[in-house]
């Protein structure tokens, strides 16, 4: 990856970061792009850059078309091309906490914010970075869908008909892009231990790992963060595997 341009939304917290880590490894350029301000990931934006490569940080919000076609312009301008993405920002089914509700329960606001984020929030980062991939006639994007965008977990909200959108972006930007050369993956994640996301899950309910364990996971335990960075590192590199869905959830969707 020496000298190449990665961009990672939600790159300076969990699976983001693991992954901003092993690129900036590998020598990369990192362009992290998260909804936070500058003053609380500079801690992680620092972490990052003592590995390797060079980091930068910019604060978008992927919601927003005129945060979102911003970004890019100054990304752009500033390395003249992008070789990898990982659209991976993403929130649970009620924000920032996870409250189990329904579909009768759900408010429109709470559908909106995670369709927002986790499904528009996808198609707009991949928008502009397929507008430089075309001019490259090359480039690799990855999406964070989840194994809750394949199999519905029920009372998780809008969460997975979010990530379900995630998976036919993916297959869609895959086939609209595959003459430019540009491969388009997603990965299915199941429960990944140790993010905030799953942090907050757990919160809820502490014996959601046992249970999950015993019941939920063929291989009967959670995944870790080294487990989906490497899966996102072999579709980055791949030349020959375009619109996959990558599953890490230790066999849960043939359960
Ligand atoms: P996380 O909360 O650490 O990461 C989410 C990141 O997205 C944060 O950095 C946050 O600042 C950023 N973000 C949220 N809203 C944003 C917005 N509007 N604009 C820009 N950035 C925004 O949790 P994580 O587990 O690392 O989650 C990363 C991705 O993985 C998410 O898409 C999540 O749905 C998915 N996922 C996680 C698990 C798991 O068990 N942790 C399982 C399956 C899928």
């Known amino acids: 990856m020496n000298g190449k341009v990665v961009v990672i939304t939600g790159g300076s917290t969990g699976i983001g970061k693991a992954v901003a880590i092993e690129c900036a490894k590998n020598q990369a350029n990192v362009v992290i792009l998260s909804i936070e301000d500058y003053e609380k990931v500079e801690g992680a934006v620092r972490e990052i850059e003592s590995y390797g490569g060079s980091v930068s940080y910019y604060k978008c919000d992927v919601s927003s078309e005129e945060n979102v076609s911003e970004v890019f312009t100054k990304i752009i301008s500033k390395y003249g091309r992008i070789d990898y993405a990982f659209n991976n920002a993403g929130i649970g089914p009620d924000g920032v906490r996870m409250q189990y509700k329904s579909l009768i329960e759900l ?16 198609w707009l980062c991949m928008k502009y970075e397929l507008m430089q991939m075309r001019k ?6 990855v999406n964070t869908a989840s194994i809750g965008g394949y199999k519905m977990a029920p009372e998780f909200g809008a969460y997975g008909p979010s990530k379900a959108g995630v998976i036919a972006l993916t297959e869609l930007a895959a086939l609209e892009n595959s003459e430019y050369n540009i491969k388009v993956n997603c990965i299915c994640p199941g429960p990944i231990k140790g993010t905030e996301l799953s942090k907050n899950s757990s919160s809820v ?4 790992e046992k249970i999950l364990c015993e019941h939920v996971i ?15 590192m072999f579709l980055f590199e791949s030349t020959h595997t375009t619109g996959q869905k990558l599953f890490i959830d230790g066999g849960m969707h043939i359960k």
């Not at 995670?114 to 996808?122: A, T």
């Not at 063929?218 to 996102?232: A, R, Y």
């Open 107 to 122: 408010s429109e606001g709470e559908w909106d914010k995670v369709l927002e984020v986790n499904m528009k929030g996808v």
């Open 218 to 232: 063929p291989l009967k335990k959670m995944g870790v963060l080294s487990e989906v960075v490497n899966s996102v």
């Open 205 to 208: 309910n502490p014996d959601e």
């Open 136 to 141: 490259q006639k090359d480039g690799s994007i």
